[in-house]
């Protein structure tokens, strides 16, 4: 299986799971709070453990979500038995998956023409988890875009691409939902200005390629918490 995945396949599973505390938690008494933080915290340390574990909160930015857990493992068996403790704790009952995106790294079929010769990346960026911002959102294109000859959707990425470039503040890491997901692509920019990011969707809006693009909604705004952070930011730690 690895030799395949090595000839293009998929490399690494990549999970997105946004959480909103219960309201039933939130009418609780603090120490019921505290108890629900305690098991997150155990739970999110054996993620971390067995797999590449990134948290976020949305606390401010969405009505629907509180945190995003990020997880990246090699089997998607260390996925699904996390979730499978999850589900088997109280916390079952205590958080709400309101959203969840499946999804894999994979060679992008594009090549990029400010970095010509560059091998392309298989797995995540190696430089990635470091800003305090994530942009998420699940992308479909078009059916239009898959009549496209090859050599025409790479002349629309091309321009795609250097307008992304000019925004040297913004990281990039495209994953692949084909056939494992709603989605055909869940889309994480990473950085440290909100703004930047708002100005280059903003241009991209005018770019060939926005064009084919029929779903990239919901979109999440999401800050770089550690976990102690992340608890308290969701009210399931002391402040």
């Not at 505390?21 to 120490?31: I, L, M, Q, S, T």
């Not at 875009?145 to 307008?163: C, G």
């Not at 969707?201 to 919901?218: G, I, K, N, Q």
């Amino acid at each position: 299986m690895s030799e395949q995945r090595g000839q293009g396949w998929g490399k690494q599973f990549v999970k997105f799971s946004f959480y909103r505390v219960a309201d039933h938690v939130r009418r609780g008494g603090g120490a019921e709070r505290l108890d629900v933080g305690k098991r997150l915290a155990t739970l999110l340390e054996r993620s971390s453990e067995r797999m590449l574990t990134r948290t976020y909160t949305t606390v401010g930015t969405r009505a629907d979500t509180d945190f995003l857990i990020w997880q990246v493992a090699d089997d998607l068996g260390e996925i699904e038995s996390w979730h499978g403790e999850f589900l088997a704790s109280p916390l079952a009952g205590a958080l709400e998956r309101t959203h969840s995106y499946l999804s894999m790294t994979m060679r992008s079929l594009y090549s990029n023409p400010l970095h010509d010769g560059s091998p392309k990346r298989d797995t995540l960026r190696d430089d990635g988890g470091t800003n305090d911002y994530l942009f998420v959102y699940p992308m479909v294109k078009t059916r239009d875009w898959y009549k496209l000859p090859q050599s025409e959707r790479q002349r629309i990425m091309n321009e795609h691409i250097a307008i992304g470039h000019q925004y040297h503040g913004i990281k990039i890491n495209t994953t692949y939902s084909y056939g494992l997901d709603d989605q055909e692509f869940v889309v994480a920019f990473e950085g440290d200005e909100p703004g930047e990011f708002l100005a280059l969707v903003r241009e991209l809006r005018d770019s060939e390629s926005s064009a084919y693009t029929s779903v990239d909604t919901p979109m999440f705004t999401c800050r770089r918490r550690e976990m102690v952070e992340l608890l308290r930011s969701v009210g399931l730690a002391p402040s």
